[in-house]
Nanobody
Framework: VQLQASGGGLEEAGGSPRLSCIASGRTFRGYAMGWFRQTPGKEREFVAAIRWSAGWTLYADSVKGRFTISRDNAKNTMYLQMNSLKPEDTAVYYC?????????????????WGQGTLVTVSS
């Protein structure tokens, strides 16, 4: 089971990058998936989650209205469209999958993790 996150890089404040997470190694049918982020010295922070049925999503208050999570189940791929970036969005972003199928804000509820992609936002 592998999750591969990509799309990070150096962005200017106000920018709109899109992160991708490709799942491979098994079917992720029924899995909920999520994005978390982490900065040095801090705990991994919930960003957004989405159920298998993509109509159900959940966001952290800090990104609600700016970030949009989506998925293409046919491609085993999840996305995070990030708009109106702020310097405080700078972090390593991780994608994760939860076999219970439920969206969760708790990182311990996710069994599978990608390697992370760094997003750096300059002011």
């Amino acid at each position: 089971v592998q999750l591969q996150a990509s799309g990070g890089g150096l962005e200017e404040a106000g920018g709109s990058p899109r992160l991708s997470c490709i799942a491979s190694g098994r079917t992720f049918r029924g899995y909920a998936m999520g994005w978390f982020r982490q900065t040095p010295g801090k705990e991994r922070e919930f960003v957004a989650a989405i159920r298998w049925s993509a109509g159900w999503t959940l966001y952290a208050d800090s990104v609600k209205g700016r970030f949009t999570i989506s998925r293409d189940n046919a491609k085993n791929t999840m996305y995070l469209q990030m708009n109106s970036l702020k310097p405080e969005d700078t972090a390593v972003y991780y994608c994760a999958a939860n076999g219970d199928g439920l969206m969760s804000r708790a990182h311990n509820d996710y069994q599978h993790w990608g390697q992370g992609t760094l997003v750096t936002v300059s002011s």
